[in-house]
């Protein structure tokens, strides 16, 4: 087994290891911005990948011009036997883990009315990654994280569920079971360990802005306008500020759904 490396910060004469944060699906979108948030603010970070490392890469170049170590760990969520391998990775790279961001999520867009556009197997595979990754990730890390006082995980779910819309029926439930997953777990985790969720809006993203293609996304993104209180979507920086504060700071707080959508659910 390689040896653990640990970095060390001084302050005021005392050596402190620097807490470390794991993200997954953390080469673009809002898992790229929470990992170059958590490393502008002085943590190491676990940057993961499932298919193409060249965007890791980058994700990780800007964390360490922070002064970040960073470990970049290709991991399929959905693989438990992954998800297993990359807490040993983290543990022999860092020693640690402090807060454990599941990002990484995958859907279909199916038109709601369009039941006959989506079958048991798309089901499956978008709970595959939505609900089992992140039960997979914290079983496998939960270990690590019982070790620091304040730890966190941080799921990264959607306002889909609360407002009954999104790409697909199977998208919307299986953000549904995600919130439901995270109060069990700030339950059966507590205390140690605290459990919360981010709930996004309409976040403008190259996922999204592919998935949905130019012009229906433009057409959203006017509605999503002019039906929120605030008048605009929602950017991964936005998200990342509270994903920070769900997993560094919201020290009384576990079980929770905090919603960041420009005030979608309040509507003008």
């Known amino acids: 087994m390689a040896a653990v490396r640990r970095t060390w910060v001084n302050i005021r004469g005392f050596n402190v290891t620097k807490k470390v944060c794991v993200i997954t699906g953390s080469s673009s979108g809002i898992g790229a911005a929470s990992a170059i948030l958590f490393a502008q603010r ?3 970070v676990c940057v ?3 298919k193409e490392r060249e965007p890791a890469e980058k994700v990780a170049a800007a964390c360490g011009g922070h002064g970040a170590d960073v470990l970049i760990q290709r991991a399929d969520v959905s693989d438990d036997a992954q998800c297993v391998q990359m807490a040993t990775r983290v543990k022999e790279h860092f020693g640690r883990c402090d807060a454990l961001v599941n990002n990484a999520g995958t859907t279909k867009f199916v038109d709601l009315t369009d039941l006959g556009g989506l079958d048991a197997a798309d089901f499956q595979k978008i709970y595959a990654v939505n609900v089992i990754g992140p039960f997979q990730m914290t079983r496998a890390f939960a270990p690590l994280l019982r070790d620091n006082p304040g730890a966190a995980v941080v799921n990264v779910s959607s306002i889909a569920p609360l407002l009954g819309g999104g790409s697909s029926i199977a998208y919307i439930a299986s953000k549904g079971a995600l919130n439901a997953l995270t109060l069990v777990l700030a339950r059966v ?6 459990v919360n969720v981010v709930a996004p809006g309409m976040v403008d993203s190259p996922w999204l802005r592919n998935g949905l293609g130019p012009e229906r996304f433009e057409a959203m993104l006017r509605s999503y306008e002019s039906t929120s209180a605030l008048g605009t979507l929602v950017l991964p920086e936005d998200v990342a500020e509270t994903v920070y504060y769900l997993g560094a700071i919201a020290s009384k707080t576990t079980g929770e759904i905090h919603v960041v959508d420009g005030g979608r659910r309040v509507g003008r």
């Open 42 to 44: 002085g943590w190491n």
């Open 48 to 50: 993961n990948y499932s």
């Open 189 to 194: 985790l507590g205390p140690q360990i605290r």
